[in-house]
C-alpha cells in the first residue's frame, strides 16, 4: 500500500513538473527579411501546378491547373510575369505585375487597380512555394491561390 502511494506521489510531481515547464513554438520555416527575399525568389521558375481556391460563406472549392513545359512565373528585381498556356478556357494567360519586395516574408505584385501579396511559404534549392489570399468586388468571397514552382 504504502509503494502505490508513493507511486502515485512521484508521477503526480512529475506530471506537475512537466505540466510548469513552456514550450515555445519553432518557426519550422523562418521569414526572409526583405533585403534577402528579393534575391532568394528571383529568376525564372516552372510552374508544377497552382491550387485556387474560393471560399464563399464557409463553402470551399479548390481548382488545380497543373503547369505545362511553357509556362512560368518570373520574378525580377522591379517586375513579374506569369504565362499560362492553354488555361480551362483554352487562351493562353499572360500578365505583367510591378513587385514590391521591401516587406519581411512575402511580396506585392500589383498591376493596375489590383494587387496582392504573395507569402513565401517554401524556399529550397530548386523549389518556391508562394501563398496569395484576397478578396474580389463580393466581401464574403476569399480567394487563396497557392503556386508550386521549380527550377
Do not use: H
Amino acid at each position: 500500500m504504502k509503494l502505490t502511494f508513493r507511486f502515485a506521489m512521484a508521477s503526480a510531481g512529475l506530471l506537475l513538473v512537466l505540466s510548469a515547464c513552456s514550450v515555445e513554438k519553432e518557426d519550422v520555416a523562418p521569414q526572409l527579411r526583405a533585403d534577402e527575399l528579393q534575391v532568394a525568389v528571383q529568376g525564372k521558375w516552372s510552374i508544377e501546378r497552382i491550387n485556387s481556391k474560393l471560399c464563399r460563406s464557409g463553402n470551399c472549392n479548390t481548382q488545380v491547373y497543373n503547369g505545362r513545359p511553357q509556362d512560368y512565373f518570373e520574378l525580377r528585381a522591379d517586375s513579374a510575369f506569369l504565362l499560362r498556356s492553354g488555361t480551362q478556357y483554352a487562351n493562353t494567360y499572360r500578365d505583367r505585375f510591378k513587385a514590391d519586395y521591401s516587406y519581411a516574408g512575402s511580396f506585392v505584385l500589383s498591376n493596375f487597380s489590383w494587387s496582392a501579396r504573395y507569402v513565401v511559404k517554401l524556399r529550397e534549392a530548386n523549389k518556391l512555394v508562394l501563398e496569395s489570399t484576397f478578396t474580389g468586388t463580393d466581401p464574403n468571397a476569399v480567394f487563396t491561390d497557392t503556386y508550386f514552382l521549380y527550377q
